[in-house]
T-cell receptor, first 115, second 112 residues
């Protein structure tokens, strides 16, 4: 059962326009959400996160929005640049045992920013 | 700068071979993880560890085992490799509590 879903496998956007990547989750116990970016043949790198007590977090060109009632979050990239072309993974934290956090990842969305 | 190092970037093994994937982190993190990435399936958790000599099964532990003898090192072991274990393997570490994962560059394993 996929607890974190990214229903769009790919997205193509023109340079300078807005990219919107979406993520849905099913587990209401998730309390922390992250976005990772991954280039081919490299490990994922952390991009931005949001706690469930907030509904928006912004870092430069990247903004994450959280809608808890809809169990939905989105990542906005404005303006999009060709270097943003990568696979983006949404992840949600599920606490386990003591202080460990186990991240559940979505299937990823391949973003292609066209020059 | 934080660093998670995976010993091999690319490996080719034969069915039935024993395979060791090594991961070392230099951040004194408590938690370490092994994921595999497959097209259309995202990142799936194999095993994780929140302390030395401790291990917990993730979502897809079958066919794998792990070892954590030292805090900085977390090894993934394929006792008898099979073709369906051909994948990109990613090691990660994190500090206790709510925190981001730091990933290594990945190990691309091909089992023939």
């Amino acid at each position: 059962d996929q607890q974190v879903k990214q229903n769009s496998p790919s997205l193509s956007v023109q340079e300078g326009r807005i990219s919107i990547l979406n993520c849905d989750y099913t587990n209401s116990m998730f309390d922390y959400f992250l976005w990772y970016k991954k280039y081919p043949a490299e490990g994922p790198t952390f991009l931005i996160s949001i706690s469930s007590i907030k509904d928006k977090n912004e870092d430069g060109r990247f903004t994450v929005f959280l809608n808890k009632s809809a169990k939905h979050l989105s990542l906005h990239i404005v303006p999009s640049q060709p270097g943003d072309s990568a696979v983006y993974f949404c992840a949600a934290s599920a606490r386990y045992g003591g202080a460990t956090n186990k991240l559940i990842f979505g299937t990823g969305t391949l973003l292609a920013v066209q020059p | 700068d934080v660093k998670v190092t995976q010993s091999s970037r690319y490996l080719v093994k034969r069915t039935g071979e024993k395979v060791f994937l090594e991961c070392v982190q230099d951040m004194d993190h408590e938690n370490m993880f092994w994921y595999r990435q497959d097209p259309g399936l995202g990142l799936r958790l194999i095993y994780f560890s929140y302390d030395v000599k401790m291990k917990e099964k993730g979502d897809i532990p079958e066919g794998y085992s792990v070892s954590r003898e030292k805090k900085e090192r977390f090894s993934l072991i394929l006792e008898s490799a099979s073709t369906n274990q051909t994948s990109m393997y990613l090691c990660a570490s994190s500090q206790g509590g709510v925190g981001e994962l730091f990933f290594g560059e990945g190990s691309r394993l091909t089992v023939l």
